[in-house]
C-alpha cells in the first residue's frame, strides 16, 4: 500500500459513514471479466446509474444491443464526464463484467475510445473538484448570525480499484494514494466486490440487503421491519423517493444547496430533489403538523451553531440497508457549523423514536464548498429488478 497522509487517513477514520449498499452492484458477477466491442447507439446519463448501449455484431450479421452499466449521473459530471464524450455511432470497448441474470448487459470497468483514449469507471477528468482544507471567510448576515448559505458537496467515495471491481470504498483523495484494489486497516473489501464472500453468494441479491440494524429495536420496531425488503420496491430509493432527512443529506455524494434568509432556511437535496425549510422566526412547533418524509423543521442559532429539530414525519426507513426502520415518532435533532480553517459545513445528528429504537443514533458528516453547482436529481433508476 502507498504510504497515505496522516490527515487523510484521520479523516476517513473519524468522518466517513457507514457504507451504504448501492444496489447495481450485485445485479453482477465481479469476478468474471467480459469484453464488448460495438458502436455507441444510444447513451442514458441518468440517476442512481447511467446506461451505455453499444450495437455489437453478431455471427450471423445482425447486430445485437448490449447495454452496460455506469455510475450516476450526478458524480459522473462532478468527474469531469459529460454525455458529449459517447458520440453516438463512434467504436468502443468496454472490459468489465457481466450481469448475472440478464444477457448483453454488463458493468462497465473501463472504456476503449475510438481515438485512443480510454477511461476508468472511477476516473477523474478534473484535478480537485472540491477544495479540501481551503480556509474559507466567515460570512454574517446583518444579525450578525454565520451565513451557511451554498452549493456543498460531500468528497466523492469511490473503489480503490479505478475499474470498480475490487478493492474498498473511500474518499477519493484516499483512494487515489492506494494501489489498486487495496484496502484499509479494519475496512474490508465493499461487499460484492472482487473476491468477497457477498460476491460468491448463491443469492447475491439477499446478501447484499441483509446487514445488522444501525441500532437496537424495539419489539415493535422489528415487528415493522420483519417483513421489509430492501432489494424490493419496500425501498424508496427504489421507487426514486425520498428516504429521510438523515440518509438522504450525503448519499451518492450529492451537491446540496443551501438558501437563507434572516426569518428560514432551505435546504434543497441534490439526492431526490428533497426540500425543506427550518424555520427561524418560532420556538415551538405548530399543532397540526402534515406528517411528510421532511417533517417540520425549526432552528435556533446557539453561538455560531445552527441547532435544528424536526419532527412531524410519515412512518418510513431510516437505513434501507440495514433494515432500521422509523416510526412517526421520530425526532431528529442536527447541529450545523462551519469550520472556517479547512472550509468545510459540518452536520452532527441525534435521531431518537420511542416507539421503535432502544437508543439513539447519531453521526456526522462535512461538505464542501461545490465547484458543481446544486442540479435536479434525474431519477431513472434501470438497475433495479422487480422480478426477484
Known amino acids: 500500500m502507498k504510504r497515505l497522509l496522516p490527515l487523510l487517513l484521520v479523516w476517513v477514520l473519524v468522518w466517513a459513514a457507514p457504507l451504504q449498499a448501492h444496489h447495481g ?3 453482477f458477477n465481479l469476478n468474471l471479466d467480459i469484453e464488448v466491442s460495438g458502436a455507441i447507439s444510444d447513451i442514458a446519463f441518468v440517476n442512481p446509474h447511467s446506461w451505455l448501449y453499444v450495437d455489437v455484431p453478431g455471427a450471423n450479421g445482425e447486430s445485437v444491443q448490449w447495454k452496460c452499466e455506469l455510475r450516476a449521473a450526478s458524480v ?10 459517447f458520440e453516438i455511432g463512434s467504436q468502443v470497448t468496454i472490459t468489465g463484467s457481466p450481469d448475472r441474470f440478464d444477457d448483453n448487459t454488463c458493468y462497465m ?8 483514449t480510454s477511461m476508468d469507471r472511477y476516473g477523474q477528468l478534473v484535478e480537485a473538484e472540491l477544495d479540501l482544507s481551503q480556509s474559507i471567510e466567515l460570512k454574517r448576515l446583518p444579525s450578525g448570525v454565520p451565513d451557511i448559505s451554498g452549493d456543498w458537496a460531500a468528497e466523492q467515495v469511490v473503489m480503490t ?3 470498480g471491481q475490487s478493492g474498498a470504498l473511500l474518499p477519493v483523495s484516499i483512494a487515489t494514494q492506494m494501489d489498486a484494489g487495496d484496502t484499509l486497516p479494519g475496512r474490508g473489501a465493499f461487499p460484492g466486490s472482487r473476491g468477497t464472500p457477498e460476491s460468491f453468494s448463491e443469492d447475491p441479491l439477499a446478501t447484499t440487503w441483509e446487514r445488522p440494524s444501525l441500532l ?8 415493522a421491519v420483519r417483513h421489509f425488503d430492501g432489494g424490493s420496491s419496500d425501498n424508496p430509493r427504489l421507487r426514486c423517493e425520498t428516504t429521510n432527512i438523515i440518509f438522504d443529506w450525503d448519499f451518492d455524494n450529492p451537491v ?3 438558501e437563507q434568509s434572516e426569518t428560514r432556511i432551505t435546504l434543497t437535496y441534490g439526492l431526490m430533489n428533497l426540500e425543506r425549510t427550518i424555520h427561524l422566526d418560532r420556538s415551538e412547533f405548530p399543532g397540526n403538523i402534515t406528517p411528510t418524509r421532511a417533517g417540520y423543521s425549526i432552528g435556533r442559532w446557539e453561538d455560531d451553531v445552527l441547532v435544528v429539530e424536526t419532527r412531524g414525519f410519515l412512518p418510513g426507513i431510516l437505513s ?6 422509523h416510526s412517526g415518532a421520530l425526532r431528529v435533532t442536527e447541529r450545523f457549523s462551519l469550520d472556517t480553517e479547512n472550509g468545510a459545513l459540518q452536520r452532527e445528528f441525534a435521531a431518537t423514536d420511542a416507539l421503535y429504537f432502544t437508543g439513539t443514533y447519531t453521526g456526522s ?5 461545490s465547484h458543481y453547482p446544486w442540479e435536479p436529481w434525474n431519477c431513472d433508476d434501470r438497475s433495479f429488478r422487480t422480478d426477484r
Open 161 to 163: 480499484d479505478p475499474r
Open 365 to 369: 458528516s462535512r461538505q464542501y464548498v
Open 320 to 325: 434501507a440497508d440495514t433494515r432500521t426502520p
Open 76 to 85: 459522473l459530471r462532478r468527474s469531469g464526464w459529460s454525455k458529449d464524450m
Open 25 to 27: 452492484i450485485a445485479n
Open 109 to 116: 470497468g473501463s472504456i476503449l475510445f475510438a481515438n485512443g
Open 256 to 258: 446540496n444547496r443551501v
Open 216 to 223: 437496537p429495536l424495539t419489539p415493535a420496531g422489528q415487528a
